[in-house]
Nanobody, 115 residues
Framework: QVQLVESGGGLVQAGGSLRLSCAAS????????MGWYRQAPGRQRELVAT???????NYADSVKGRFTISRDNAKNTVYLQMNSLKPEDTAVYYC?????????WGQGTQVTVSS
């Protein structure tokens, strides 16, 4: 079992920045890949960024150059630094842990970007 708790969401103006955190607990030694996903109203949940155990990263085209995913293994935490935010980044952001064959999700944190 892995528990994930996200924090750091909020309301920000376009062009601003936010940093999301995802703290993992439980069987964290089994986590292979962690990632951030988001879901806007009326839309499907989509990939934002992932980071593997060896710190290999992957980003959605829509966030490349603006968002950065990182991890602090000592704190069992994954971060998503979001810069140059746009109104279309508004969504609930979810943290995901891949512990194959299982997948764990956090409860989500709301990010709202005003124009």
């Amino acid at each position: 079992q892995v528990q994930l708790v996200e924090s750091g969401g909020g309301l920000v103006q376009a062009g601003g920045s936010l940093r999301l955190s995802c703290a993992a607990s439980g069987s964290i030694f089994r986590i292979n890949v962690m990632g951030w996903y988001r879901q806007a109203p009326g839309r499907q949940r989509e990939l934002v960024a992932t980071i593997s155990r060896n710190n290999s990263t992957n980003y959605a085209d829509s966030v490349k150059g603006r968002f950065t995913i990182s991890r602090d293994n000592a704190k069992n935490t994954v971060y998503l630094q979001m810069n140059s935010l746009k109104p279309e980044d508004t969504a609930v952001y979810y943290c995901k842990a891949d512990v194959s064959p299982f997948v764990y999700w956090g409860q989500g944190t709301q990010v709202t970007v005003s124009s």
